[in-house]
């Protein structure tokens, strides 16, 4: 069983930044593909980054060249960097672990295990 958790959300203005963090248990992170996904009020939960086990990294097209995902193995933790924020970014974040590397990053139904997510806040 892997546990998540999620840190770092909050409240920030248009054009500010956050980093969420997601520290997940067991020995065995190095394994996972990870991703993080975003759900707005009266929305459908959506893929917003993922890294694979060996660090390859996939966005949506509305973040590329604002958030940033990336993992430290040794930590146990994947972190998103997110710049430039904009009040459509506003969501609850999870991040998610995939241990069987199935590869379809961009499907929520593709990941075991979900942190209890992180809300983010962008005011105009």
């Known amino acids: 069983q892997v546990q998540l958790v999620e840190s770092g959300g909050g409240l920030v203005q248009a054009g500010g930044s956050l980093r969420l963090s997601c520290a997940a248990s067991g020995r065995t992170f190095r394994t996972y593909d990870m991703g993080w996904f975003r759900q707005a009020p009266g929305k459908e939960r959506e893929f917003v980054a993922a890294v694979s086990w060996n660090g390859a990294t996939y966005y949506i097209d509305s973040v590329k060249g604002r958030f940033t995902i990336s993992r430290d193995n040794a930590k146990n933790t994947v972190y998103l960097q997110m710049n430039s924020l904009k009040p459509e970014d506003t969501a609850v974040y999870y991040c998610?672990?995939?241990?069987?590397?199935?590869?379809?990053?961009?499907?929520?139904?593709?990941?075991?295990?979900w942190g209890q997510g992180s809300q983010v806040t962008v005011s105009s």
């Open positions: 998610a672990a995939d241990s069987d590397l199935s590869g379809d990053y961009y499907s929520d139904s593709t990941y075991d295990y």
